[in-house]
């Protein structure tokens, strides 16, 4: 079994910073992609940054400039850090990864619990 675990959310007022970290455990191959997406209330869930096992970003455009995503895939754990962060950045947060459980297994994804994050003042 896969399971990711997150940590990290909570209350920040406009302008200030959060950091989500995700672990992935279990039974791993080798990870495909971990990435970070949100989704708020009455909003489909969307990508906000992912990495690819080889060095690759890419971000939701609003985010751009505010958040990094980072990735040790020594570790198989993957961060974002969010800067700057507004009120339209809340939104509960999943850890999503694209693994390879078993050699001889197609990659799947799998995806954390999630974990709020509100920003309001």
Known sequence: QVQLVESGGGLVQPGGSLRLSCAASGSIVSI????????APGKQRELVASFTSGGV??????????????RDNAKNTADLQMNSLRPEDTAVYYCNAHIRPHWYSDPRDYWGQGTQVTVSS
């Open 32 to 39: 495909i992609v971990m990435g970070w997406y949100r989704q």
């Open 57 to 70: 970003t890419n971000y939701l455009d609003s985010v751009k400039g505010r958040f990094t995503i980072s």
